[in-house]
C-alpha cells in the first residue's frame, strides 16, 4: 500500500533562517504531489505542485519555493523565513493518471516563525 | 472564480446527537468533483468521500451521509449519532475535473462532541 510521510513533524524557526521540509512518497511510482499551507484557522492554500522530477508549478506568490529531485521525494524550501510563513505545512499526493481528483495526505509539519 | 463555504465555523454537540455541516460552493464549471475531508487534532487530513457533479445520489457509509444538491449548490455532510471521536475539523472542497488534485477548500467547521 501506499504511505506518505513528512517531516519533521514541528519545528520553531527565527526570522530570516532557512527551511526545509522533505515529503516522500513509498509504494507508487510517478505520483503527483502537492504542498499545501494551512494558516491558524484558515482553510488550505495550494502551494506548489508537481507531475514528475523537475517540474514545479506555483499557485500563489510567496517566499517558499519547491524542489523535486527525487521521483517520490517532494521538498519545500524557504532562504529566510518570514513570520507570515508561520502555518501548517501538508504534502499530499496522486495516483499518477488518476481520475477523480483526490488526494491523500501526509501527516504535516507544524512551522511556528518566530 | 471557485469558491466553497463552510458558514459553520464550530458546531457544539452531545454525544449520539446528529450534527450536519453546511458546505455551498461556487463554480462556472458544469463538471467537477466535490470532496470531504476530517482533521482530527493530530493535524492529518483524512479523506472522506468524493462526489462527481454528474451523480446527485446522496450516500451512506455508516453513520457518515451526504446530501448532494445541484440546484442549490451544496454538498452537506451528516453524522448521525455522534461520537467524541467525531470531533475534528471537517473541509468541504471543490475542484475542477482537468485540475489534477487543486483543491479549492472551505475554511472548516470545527466539530465538538461531548460526552
Known amino acids: 500500500s501506499q504511505t506518505i510521510h513528512q517531516w519533521p513533524a514541528t519545528l520553531v524557526q527565527p526570522v530570516g533562517s532557512p527551511l526545509s521540509l522533505e515529503c516522500t512518497v513509498e509504494g507508487t511510482s510517478n505520483p503527483n504531489l502537492y504542498w499545501y499551507r494551512q494558516a491558524a484557522g484558515r482553510g488550505l492554500q495550494l502551494l506548489f505542485y508537481s507531475v514528475g522530477i523537475g517540474q514545479i508549478s506555483s499557485e500563489v506568490p510567496q517566499n517558499l519555493s519547491a524542489s523535486r529531485p527525487q521521483d517520490r521525494q517532494f521538498i519545500l524550501s524557504s532562504k529566510k523565513l518570514l513570520l507570515s510563513d508561520s502555518g501548517f505545512y501538508l504534502c499530499?499526493?496522486?495516483?499518477?493518471?488518476?481520475?477523480?481528483?483526490?488526494?491523500?495526505f501526509g501527516e504535516g509539519s507544524w512551522l511556528t516563525v518566530v | 472564480a471557485q469558491k466553497v463555504t463552510q458558514a459553520q465555523t464550530e458546531i457544539s454537540v452531545v454525544e449520539k446527537e446528529d450534527v450536519t455541516l453546511d458546505c455551498v460552493y461556487e463554480?462556472?464549471?458544469?463538471?467537477?468533483?466535490l470532496f470531504w475531508y476530517k482533521q482530527p487534532p493530530s493535524g492529518e487530513l483524512v479523506f472522506l468521500i468524493r462526489r462527481n457533479s454528474f451523480d446527485e445520489q446522496n450516500e451512506i457509509s455508516g453513520r457518515y451521509s451526504w446530501n448532494f444538491q445541484k440546484s442549490t449548490s451544496s454538498f452537506n455532510f451528516t453524522i448521525t449519532a455522534s461520537q467524541v471521536v467525531d470531533s475534528a475539523v471537517y473541509f468541504c472542497a471543490l475542484s475542477r475535473t482537468d485540475s489534477w488534485g487543486k483543491l479549492q477548500f472551505g475554511a472548516g467547521t470545527q466539530v465538538v462532541v461531548t460526552p
Open positions: 499530499a499526493w496522486q495516483p499518477p493518471l488518476s481520475s477523480g481528483n483526490t488526494i491523500y
Open positions: 463554480t462556472r464549471d458544469t463538471t467537477y468533483y
